[in-house]
C-alpha cells in the first residue's frame, strides 16, 4: 500500500545491530562458561537470542507488509495463544460447540472488524456479544456440571488471546494530526517498550536479582529485575520519542504505564499457570515456551496503550 | 499419477493435524530410525491414527502404515481411497467369519515388505473413565512371529478433547504423542502376560506426560 517508512527501516537496521551484538555476547558467552552445552543458563540464553531472532524477522516482515500482513500475523498469534489458553482450561464435551464457535466465529469476526476499522463492533464483539452468546450455545448442550467455571474459562480465554491481543493491529487504525501513515511505527514503540522491559527485567534480574517480589507467584522474578528493567523500559521509550506522536516526556510516561501493565499482567498469567499446575503454556518457540508466555505482557498493556493515545492524541 | 496425489492429501492431512493440535513428538528413547516397528497406542479419537502419523518424522512416516478395520475404511471410494492410496492402511475385516485372509498374517507381510504398523490393541475408542481397555491379542501373535521387532508403546494425549465421538468439527487443543522406550516378547513369555507387560508399559509412558490439573 505504502513505501516502506524511512523511520521504519532505520528502527529495524538498530535492532538488527542490537540483536547481532546479542548473538556475539552469546556466542562468547557459551564459548566460556559452557562449552560443552552443559549450562543450562547459557543455553537458554542462546536460545532465546535463536528464536528473539525469528520473531523480530516475522515481524518487521509483517509490518513492512503493511496493514494485512500486520493483521494477519496478530491473527494467527491470537489463534495460537487461544490454543495454548483453551488447551489448559478443564473443558467438557459440552463445551465442544462453544470453544468451535470462539475459534472459527469469534477471531475471524474480530480481526475483520479491525481490518476494516469498524471501531463500534470490535470493541463490543468479545465483551458484549461473545460474552452473552458463549454461555448461551454452552447451556444447550445441557451439561451443568462446573458451568459457570467452564464459560468463564471460555470468556477469559476470547478476552486474553483474541480482544486484547487484537488491540496491536487495531492501532492501525488510529488517526492523529500530523501522524498520517505512521501508524504502525506506534505497534513498534510498543512491542519495543515491552519487549525491552521484559529482557532487560531478564537481564538486571541475572545480574542482580536478589529480593523476590512476588515468591508464591512467580519465583525467578526479583525487586532488582523489576526496578531496572522498568527504568530501562522507560529511558528506551523516551529515546524512541521521535518515532511517536508524543514528545520525550510523554512517551516516557506512556512506556511507564506499558511496563507496570505488562509486569502485572504477567503476573496474572503466571498465577493461572500455577493454578493449572504447568510451567510455561506451550512449546512452541524455543527457549520462551509458548506464544502465551512471550505475548502475556503484550496483552495487558496493549488495550490501554490503545485507549490512552486514542484519547489523548485521535480525532478518531 | 494416484501416488501423487496420494502424497499431496497426506501432507494436507498433516498440516491440517499441525494447525488443529500443533502436536509434539516425545521421544523417550531417542528419535527412531527406519527399522520396521510396531508402535501400539492408546484409542479415544478417529484422528490418532492422524496424530502419532504427523508426529512422526517425515521419512519414518512415509514407511509406517497403520492397521485399521477394512469395514469402516471401503465403505465408500473417498474413504477407500484415503485408506488404501494415502494412509496405505493395512485393512483388516473385523467379523472373523467374512475373512479371506489372516489378519496377523497380513501384518507380517507388512513388516517383512521394510513397514512400520501403527495399531490400537484395545481394538475400540476408550469412552470410559479407565485409561486403557484390555488389549487385544494380535498385538501378541504379531510379537511371537517376530521377536526382534522393536514393540513401542505410544500415548496419544487431548486429541479426544480436539475431536470428542460424536462431533464432526475438531477445535484447537495441543496434543502431544509421547513414544516411549521400545520392549519386546521374552521367549516363553505367556501370552496373559505378555499383554499385560505391554499394557503396564504404555499405562507408565501415559504417567510421564505433563498434564493440567483437574
Redesign the interface.
Same mark, same amino acid.
Given at each position: 500500500m505504502t513505501m516502506p517508512l524511512p523511520d521504519l527501516t532505520s528502527l529495524l537496521a538498530g535492532l538488527g545491530l542490537f540483536m547481532l551484538v546479542a548473538s556475539v555476547a552469546g556466542y562468547v558467552l557459551q564459548l566460556w562458561f559452557s562449552p560443552e552445552g552443559d549450562n543450562p543458563v547459557i543455553e537458554n540464553l542462546n536460545a532465546r537470542i535463536r528464536s528473539w531472532w525469528a520473531m523480530i524477522i516475522l515481524m518487521a516482515l509483517a509490518l513492512l507488509a503493511g496493514r494485512v500482513g500486520t493483521t494477519l500475523l496478530f491473527a494467527f498469534a491470537s489463534? *495460537?495463544a487461544?490454543?495454548?489458553f483453551? =488447551?489448559?482450561l478443564? =473443558?467438557r464435551?459440552g463445551d +465442544?460447540w462453544a470453544? *468451535?464457535v470462539a475459534?472459527?466465529i469469534v477471531l475471524p469476526l474480530q480481526y475483520w472488524f479491525i481490518a476494516t476499522n469498524w471501531y463500534g463492533l470490535y470493541s463490543i464483539l468479545i465483551p458484549v456479544y461473545a460474552f452473552l452468546i458463549i454461555p448461551m450455545i454452552a447451556v444447550l448442550r445441557g451439561d451443568t456440571e462446573r458451568f459457570l467455571g467452564r464459560v468463564a474459562g471460555i470468556q477469559w480465554a476470547l478476552m486474553i488471546c483474541v480482544y486484547c491481543i487484537a488491540h496491536v493491529p487495531a492501532l492501525l487504525n488510529l488517526e492523529i494530526p500530523g501522524y498520517a501513515g505512521r501508524n504502525v511505527m506506534l505497534i513498534a514503540f510498543l512491542i519495543i517498550v515491552v519487549q525491552g522491559s521484559d529482557v532487560a527485567q531478564y537481564i538486571w534480574g541475572k545480574l542482580l536479582g536478589k529480593r523476590k517480589i512476588a515468591p508464591s507467584v512467580s519465583p525467578s522474578k526479583t525487586v532488582e529485575g523489576f526496578v531496572g528493567g522498568a527504568l530501562s523500559a522507560v529511558v528506551i521509550g523516551a529515546a524512541l520519542s521521535w518515532i511517536t506522536p508524543f514528545g520525550p516526556v510523554r512517551a516516557g510516561l506512556m512506556a511507564f504505564v506499558i511496563v507496570i501493565a505488562g509486569f502485572l499482567g504477567g503476573l496474572v498469567m503466571s498465577a493461572i499457570k500455577r493454578?493449572? #499446575?504447568?510451567k510455561d503454556w #506451550? +512449546? =512452541?518457540i524455543p527457549g520462551h515456551g509458548g506464544f502465551l508466555d512471550r505475548l502475556d505482557s503484550v496483552i495487558f498493556s496493549a488495550p490501554i496503550f490503545f485507549h490512552l493515545t486514542r484519547y489523548w492524541w485521535s480525532l478518531t | 499419477m494416484t501416488g501423487l496425489l496420494a502424497g499431496l492429501v497426506a501432507n494436507l492431512i498433516v498440516i491440517f493435524a499441525r494447525f488443529v493440535t500443533?502436536v /509434539?513428538g516425545i521421544w523417550m528413547s531417542g528419535p527412531p530410525d527406519t527399522r520396521p516397528k510396531v508402535y501400539f497406542a492408546n484409542h479415544t479419537s478417529n484422528g490418532d491414527f492422524v496424530l502419532v502419523w504427523a508426529a512422526l518424522p517425515h521419512r519414518v512416516r512415509s514407511r509406517t502404515r497403520p492397521v485399521a478395520a477394512s469395514d469402516y475404511w471401503l465403505t465408500n471410494p473417498l474413504r477407500a481411497f484415503v485408506g488404501r492410496e494415502v494412509f496405505k492402511a493395512v485393512l483388516i475385516n473385523r467379523n472373523p467369519e467374512e475373512r479371506t485372509e489372516d489378519p496377523v498374517q497380513l501384518m507380517l507381510n507388512a513388516l517383512d515388505d521394510g513397514s512400520s504398523l501403527i495399531l490400537f490393541p484395545e481394538g475400540k475408542r476408550n469412552m470410559g473413565p479407565d485409561r486403557l481397555l484390555p488389549f487385544k491379542t494380535g498385538l501378541y501373535h504379531l510379537a511371537r512371529q517376530r521377536i526382534d521387532t522393536d514393540l513401542v508403546p505410544v500415548w496419544i494425549e487431548?486429541l479426544n /478433547?480436539a475431536l470428542?465421538k460424536g !462431533?464432526i468439527?475438531p477445535?484447537?487443543?495441543?496434543c502431544t504423542v509421547t513414544f516411549g522406550p521400545p520392549i519386546q516378547i521374552a521367549l516363553n513369555e505367556t501370552k496373559e502376560d505378555f499383554l499385560a507387560r505391554a499394557q503396564a508399559a504404555l499405562a507408565k509412558v501415559a504417567e510421564t506426560v !505433563?498434564r493440567? /490439573?483437574?
Open positions: 489463534f *495460537a487461544l490454543r495454548e483453551v =488447551t489448559l478443564d =473443558t464435551r +465442544h470453544v *468451535a475459534f472459527f493454578d493449572r #499446575g504447568v #506451550g +512449546h =512452541t | 500443533a /509434539r487431548n /478433547r470428542p !462431533e468439527l477445535i484447537p487443543i495441543i !505433563e493440567p /490439573r483437574s
